[in-house]
């Protein structure tokens, strides 16, 4: 017989999660008599007992496989599952308000990881906007409190739902029968998040917020019934302050300029270098790009999380157990913003640009004379739930037979909570600001305005936007799966799983396009009593350059509710300032799977122990999309770079596709020492395109620019992406809780998801870009054809009262004759170009003896042969999101009474996303982030744990960028978030 490959099933997955409970169980019971034949057992607790059971799940599991375990019953190693994952080499998350919300793995971002709950498939809701579009899982849905463990696997496996290119991602909750004995706990925390303070006062929220959680369980005398309860309850006040050019930005080939009597020119393009406005203008040979707008933001965020979780667990015979569970979150948002902006039409240019190419602005500027500081404010309030219940049935047939039976029912819902929408703007300006310029050369862009003096009685209402969107994902999968223990050396899986899974995106705007000044009554329309004067740089004092003398620092801060009452009042009505629950475009995709798969277990010896497993899944998917859409109608020139579309009826339509993969996977390990293994596996597996890509319908953008409009059109037929996996990995454990590995791993993709865009007119919607009157103003009035400003004005004031010139309301719509508005839509195809993607993992982990110090580090790199290429202009989205090194460290120290854990994270550059569109495709990289948290405990006396946490103890900040780092996305100030807290065990 082979005794490794027993010990090595002994110590399988499951049982090194069962490990942290059976310890918990331990402490509850009474010592052992003197004559028991049983050895004595060392109780480890806290921090040492997660990271030993993590290592026993590593050291036992087939395939490439991390995770992090509970440090007690209620106590996982962070606040956020996120945060946790983000410590396994190889994952990176991306945070939301300094709080982790989704992860990358290996290089393949969020949409590409398949989240699991106890080995069901989670569905996931979000927003963006528009019709939201991700399959990505959310983390910070699910509190940490009742999680057992998180597993990650990183090599393919047959038993596994498909989905997970990067990483399939398994969260394990609390069981009864693993718990065993009678168990509650109690805990409460205050939360003091400083980004709540560091905000207008019109939406500061609390400095201190609480935190409950408790959690029950039992089981019977016999072991025959068990059941758990477990919920949460969490309020979070905080916010952050953001500048950024929000619109985005334009690229060019250097030879594009804005000479509209040469041949090169185009609406946006930089003056010709013969005209000396600009220094160092950008050469033919390089490419340059301008931005649309700049904007500081400050934003308020108030969140509640309910989170509760009941299982039941009987066994009614010795030979089979029943679990039934319900798990439930629901996650409440409410934000407040106040932002200010300044605009660029695109004339008058002047400023200063970097040497070389790509070229951005160190300084770019217009001259322009009465044009709008725009203030804007937002309210916006969501609901975002999630439930599943199932059903698992695990059978022992006999000996060497065992049947596992799985059915579960899962939804995620995400929508408006109020009345407003979830994606809120009203817009107020001043019609004061004189020559404009940005500095982008500093890590914080430097706003520059001539004039534009903060005045309340020239405040005007502007237009506003009640866009409202709605998700739901719902999956019913059932998965029956067995092992046949052929003898003591090999088994056989084999098993079916059936699966639909249902997501609904819906989106409706109410749009009000007055813009402009006098667009709304003008300044007497709003009282001078609702604006208060306030400063932009005290707000991102941890931002270098914001303290910069030339700083425009002055905004109005406003409450939303003041303004929008005032509208009311200044309107007549509210029908324009509400949302609208009637979604006009609805898009409903439904995808079925069914599946097989056999995997054959073998442990044999050559030279040295060595166990296989080699299965294969066989899985079949049909999409159909039907859709509703909103018909376009006209066309509406209101500011100078703003046509906002007119919707008008509805139709609809339907689309379909399908696809099979047989999707091969084989795991070799070779135990070359009692202390070292050789691991090599070899998988193939695929990534579902998002929602949007394969959703049936036609999707109009609301507003146009002077370039004309754009949009998207789904693609049922769009084939996920392939990876052909190859992971080698060597691993030395050297002591209890000890070890180093190092892993090798190369993916080959292809089927990429590519983004193309084609030009569309539809019959019948003109614009006034190039109509008659446009090309009067050219022709009569002297306006430069790319002075909007200039043209428009020409047109009411010699125009008024010509059919579709509305002088008072200072618009101007399309007419029969005038040219058709071109959209730019965008779809995906699969591409026949193929990537590579190579990684390195590095892991270490080391307990120094009895002495209660530990040390934990990691660090990953990644590289492929695809990147975007920044110096190229056009859509490039076949290129992944999310790739990037990352890296941790962590120290800790751990007695019977206390313990204290410093851990540092860092993610290298990455890509977070590819942009197309009529402002021009752009990437948009997050740079290297680094951030310490801090977590101490102590137990004054027994089962009672105090814990403090601080959360980015050095105040860092995140900035993204484009091309290169003037080109600048946004730049966010966060802040510290600290945390006291106690919890009682019974």
Known sequence: MHRRHQLARRTCVASAVGLLFAGAAARAQQAPAASDPEPQKIEVTGIRKSL????????GAAGLVDGIVAEDIGKFPDTNL?????????????????????????????????????????????????????????????????????????TSRASSPTGGMGATVNVRTQRPFDIKDTIASLGVKLVNDTTASNLPNEIQGKRATPELSGIY????????????????????????NQAGVTSGWKSFDGKVDNDWGGGNAQWGGL???????????PTADSIYSVPQNMNYSFTSV???????????????????????????????????????????????????????????????GETMTNSDVAMGTSRTQTKVKNEQIGLNLKWKASNVLNFDFDVHHSTATSGADDPLGTNVVIGTASMNRGDTYVDFSNKFPVLNIKGGALNPALQQLQGSVFGNSYQKNEIDQFQAKGKW????????????????????????????????????????????????????????????????????????????????NAAIKALGSDALLKASFNFKDDYRTTEKSDALFVQ?????????????????????????????????????????????????????????????????????????????????????????????????????????????????????????????????????YYARSSYAAVSLFNKRIKDYNEGVVTPQTIPGLTTPIGGAYYRQAIAQGGCAASDSGCIRQWIFANLAGSPGVDAVNKIITGQPGDPLISFNLSTFQNSARKSTINGIELNAQHMFGKSGFGLSANFTKVKSDRTYD????????????????????????????????????????????????AEGAQPLYVEPYGQFDLSVGYSPIKNLRLQFEAINLTDAYVRTHMRNENQLGSVTQLGRRYTIGARYKF
């Open 600 to 732: 054959y277990n073998r442990g044999f010896d050559w030279i040295v122990p060595i166990d296989v497993a080699a299965g294969l899944r066989y899985e079949r998917t049909k999409v159909t999309s039907p859709s509703v859409e909103s018909v376009p109608t006209v066309v509406s020139w209101v500011a100078d770079n703003e046509l906002p579309i007119t919707f008008n009826g509805t139709t609809s339509g339907q689309r379909s596709g399908s696809y099979s993969y047989a999707l091969p996977s084989i795991d070799l390990s070779a135990d070359l020492t009692t202390d070292s293994k050789l691991r090599l596996s070899y998988g193939k597996t695929i990534g579902r395109p998002g929602w949007s890509a394969i959703q049936g319908g036609r999707t109009l953008d609301g507003l146009a620019r002077i370039g004309g409009g754009t949009g998207s059109v789904g693609n049922p037929s769009l084939k996920p992406l392939q990876s052909m996996n190859l992971d080698l990995a060597f691993e030395y």
């Open 271 to 281: 003056p010709p270098a013969s005209w000396g406005a600009i220094k160092n203008r």
């Open 870 to 917: 920044n110096n190229k202009v056009g859509a490039q989205t076949d290129v992944l999101t999310g790739m990037g090194d990352s890296g941790n460290l962590v120290g800790f120290y751990e007695n019977d009474e206390a313990s204290v854990r410093l851990a540092y994270n860092w993610r290298g550059q990455f890509l977070v996303a590819n942009f197309g569109g």
């Open 217 to 240: 369980s039992t089981q019977s005398a016999d072991g025959t019934f068990g059941i758990a309860l477990m919920g949460t309850y969490q309020v979070r006040d905080s916010g952050y």
């Open 485 to 564: 223990k052929i003898d003591g050396d090999s088994s056989l899986d084999f098993g079916v799983s059936l699966t639909q899974v249902k997501n609904r995106s819906a989106f409706a705007n109410v749009q009000r396009d007055s813009w402009g000044d006098g667009a709304a009554g003008g300044p007497a329309a709003m009282p001078d009593n609702i604006w208060r004067a306030d400063s932009i740089g005290k707000y991102f004092s941890s931002i270098p350059g914001s303290n910069d003398p030339r700083l425009y620092n002055q905004f109005f801060a406003f409450n939303f509710d003041d303004v929008r």
């Open 302 to 364: 108030h969140r509640e999380r309910i989170n509760g979780q009941a299982v039941v667990q009987v066994k009614p015979t010795q030979d089979m157990v029943a679990t039934l569970d319900f798990v439930m979150s629901e996650q409440k948002f409410r934000q407040r913003r106040n932002d200010i902006s300044a605009w660029f039409n695109y004339g008058g240019q002047f400023g200063e640009y970097q040497t070389g190419s790509p070229s951005s602005p160190i300084i770019y």
């Open 82 to 154: 996120a945060e946790s994952l983000s410590r396994i080499s190889g994952v990176s998350i991306e945070r939301s308000n300094g709080e982790g919300t989704r992860i990358s793995v290996r290089g393949m971002g969020p949409d590409f990881n398949l989240v699991l709950l106890n080995g069901r498939q989670m569905p996931g809701s979000s927003f963006d906007g528009g019709a939201p579009s991700s399959r990505s899982f959310d983390f910070s849905n699910l509190a940490s409190d009742g999680v057992a463990a998180l597993e990650v696997y990183k």
């Open 52 to 59: 030993e059971t993590s290592v026993e799940l590593k050291r």
